[in-house]
């Protein structure tokens, strides 16, 4: 499906092109008239994008053409990027560069000469292929639509944020788990713990019901300690020991320094003669040794603790409860359509538009009393009493694709074909991490600049991905979103990330044990574990664009593997190798002309870098922090004239100043 965003990259192609820069690098070059040449074709396929983007669902022949014209529009931006790449080049060389440097250039591959008859050849070859594709639109009936109309507009959000006085339909479900919890049951009586289930299917609201029980006064006057840990897919028990010890002490800084025993003394010692009670959040997978194991490490001598487990899955109720489990029910039509028109209107409208009424009645009748599908409708709606906007998601037949047990994903996949094609393209690159990770707004910002998704001139980039976070939290699409300050964090719900993992799964993975191929078309690739970076070897997919690792997990140091990433991954802009613990990094670093982002943080081995990293000039981010055995800077960090954030940790007592200003 990623299809769907191809609007946003002919048009970013476009606006590049057309910009004063451009233009006079690319006549300075010499290659100002094929570049304008492209220019045109593309915009005559730019206009059909949008509406081929929203007919594709069911038309084979549609998304097969809308394929051709994705890989001609990435080799483009490929190709592109490499001119921006060389007069840049040129602009360090011309400012920084030694006669010798000078020299060495000229009779390189990319002297003026040699690398304008490269670009020429490679310019003509995709106006060739973009020109073949192009003619074939106007046999597909599609209408020409110049301007990306799905914006949001801006609204007031603070209805969005359930609080205890807006839940509608969940009283009774709430006041029976508080029963539940207060009450005594008949292993009360040893030092074991009660354990009660709260199962459903995802998106009935089953983590939001355990946060209100958890936050209620009678349960905070019944229990001395309160933990709440987030499960997911990981049931790994020094990870979770870890983690509700954390929730025990409040996470003291040198928690995450300690072994599994030295935290098992520490979790005994912090329930030791206190009635517990603990949340384990969206438990998805265990297996019974792993739960006994966790029961026995969470035994107290005091009577009447308990344990609230919110999963999907009756089959782990059944294993981990000591009481029936508590099953969450779909929301009644009635209750449905109370929550709608509450979160729908802004106060004191609903008598203004009764028109909208029987439309809203056939809306929720589609959201099969699944709060989280009547969230996201009203996302679409709020704010707009366009009746023909209600019908059209009343009648869109995204509704109609077929779906698996219990999903709801048509739901989050309407929301999505509404976004702007910017959004999409950042909304995309969630699928690359875990569920329920826990996103800092620095990271993305840093990780969509260097993709060139933030492309706003004349705008600090941070405040243009704040804005697009904005966006994307005003759509339900981020959840448990905290302002810090100057940087924020956020989570994305279960099934927003099954969402996009649907519609990124031609071009992003995130590579685990389940997955064993990697497919030839993917662009960017995150790895669950350092131990299946050999998987990279295999790939087809030479214009790879990212490869990182969003956990810290297993070691690794492999310098001959490394090096032939690098060789063979020459288009890559994010490069994360934190995890790793190589002690060096390969020469050829320094043709990686295209990279953006590099981090190396964390590495506790590594003593020097080569002096190509300051080839880089296109760079951004540089991550050297936590490296604390790098005795020595390379040479010639100020010819990295693109680089916004430099992080750094070194024995290096004094920084040249003719290469960081600070």
Not at 85 to 112: D, I, M, W, Y
Not at 470 to 479: A, D, G, I, V, W
Request: proline share 3%.
């Amino acid at each position: 499906m990623a299809e769907s965003i191809l609007f946003g990259v002919a048009e970013s192609l476009i606006s590049k092109l057309a910009s004063p820069a451009f233009e006079e690098a690319s006549q300075v070059l010499g290659v100002y008239d094929h570049l304008k040449e492209f220019k045109e074709i593309l915009s005559s396929v730019k206009v059909v994008l949008l509406d081929a983007e929203q007919t594709q669902e069911q038309n084979n022949k549609l998304r097969e053409w809308l394929r051709q014209i994705k890989r001609v529009l990435y080799d483009a931006q490929d190709l592109l990027d490499e001119f921006e790449c060389e007069a840049l080049r040129k602009q360090v060389l011309k400012a920084h560069g030694t006669t010798k440097s000078k020299v060495s250039h000229f009779f390189s591959s990319s002297n003026p000469l040699g690398f304008r008859n490269r670009m020429t050849q490679q310019i003509k070859d995709v106006i060739k292929r973009l020109d073949k594709v192009a003619a074939d639109w106007h046999g597909l009936g599609l209408q020409k639509i110049d301007v990306d109309s799905r914006v949001l507009h801006r609204r007031e959000v603070t209805h969005s944020y359930v609080a205890d006085s807006n839940v509608i339909g969940r009283e009774h479900d709430k006041e029976r788990i508080i029963e539940l919890l207060r009450e005594r049951h008949p292993n009360d009586d040893d030092t074991s713990f009660s354990v009660i289930p709260i199962v459903g299917m995802g998106g009935l609201g089953k983590t939001t019901l355990a946060k209100f029980v958890f936050n209620d006064k009678r349960i905070i006057m019944c229990f001395h300690l309160r933990m709440w840990v987030c499960v997911s897919n990981d049931f790994d028990i020094k990870k979770l020991v870890f983690k509700i010890t954390c929730s025990a002490c409040r996470y003291p800084p040198s928690l995450n320094r300690l072994g599994l025993e030295q935290l098992q003394i520490l979790l005994t010692n912090s329930i030791a003669g206190k009635r517990f009670l603990l949340v384990l959040d969206d438990v998805w997978n265990i297996d019974r040794d792993q739960w006994i194991e966790l029961k026995n490490r969470l035994q107290s001598d005091v009577q009447g603790s308990k344990v609230l487990v919110t999963t999907q899955s009756q089959r782990i109720a059944s294993m981990m409860g000591t009481v029936p489990s508590y099953i969450l029910e779909c929301l009644s039509y009635e209750h449905s359509l109370s929550l709608f028109i509450k979160w729908v209107f802004r106060k004191g409208e609903r008598e203004k538009y009764p028109h909208l009424i029987n439309i809203g009645r056939e809306l929720v009748n589609k959201c099969s009393g699944v709060p989280l599908a009547v969230r996201t409708i009203v996302r679409l709606l709020f704010s707009r009493y366009e009746a023909n906007e209600w019908k059209y998601v009343r009648d869109n037949e995204l509704w109609n694709l077929p779906q698996e047990k219990d999903d709801i994903l048509h739901a989050l996949k309407l929301s999505y074909d509404r976004m702007p094609s910017h959004l999409k393209q950042c909304f995309a690159l969630f699928s690359l991490y875990p569920k329920d990770y826990k996103f800092y707004s620095f990271e993305v910002s840093s990780l969509w600049g260097a993709l060139g998704l933030l492309d706003s001139p004349n705008k600090n980039l941070e405040d243009v991905a704040n804005k697009y976070l904005y966006e994307l939290q005003s759509r339900s699409f981020l959840h448990d979103f905290v302002n810090l300050g100057s940087a924020s964090s956020f989570k994305v719900h279960d099934l927003v990330h099954d969402l996009a993992c649907f519609v990124a799964k031609e071009e992003c993975l995130f590579v685990n044990s389940h997955e064993q191929n990697i497919p030839d078309s993917v662009l960017h690739l995150s790895f669950a574990e350092n131990t299946f970076l050999d998987k990279l070897l295999t790939t087809k997919s030479v214009h790879l664009r990212t490869i990182l690792f969003p956990y810290v997990t297993v070691e690794a140091n492999d310098e001959t593997l490394l090096d032939s990433c690098v060789s063979k991954f020459k288009f890559l802009r994010i490069l994360d190798l934190s995890s790793l613990a190589c002690e060096t990094l390969p020469r050829n670093i320094g043709k990686l002309k295209h990279l953006r982002y590099l981090s190396i943080r964390s590495n506790h081995n590594i003593k020097r870098l080569p002096d190509s990293i300051c080839k880089l000039q296109n760079l951004q981010v540089l991550k050297l922090d936590g490296c604390i055995e790098l005795e020595e800077l390379p040479k010639g960090l100020r010819k990295l004239t693109g680089l916004r954030l430099l992080e750094i940790t070194t024995k290096q007592f004094v920084l040249p100043d003719n290469d960081i200003a600070i």
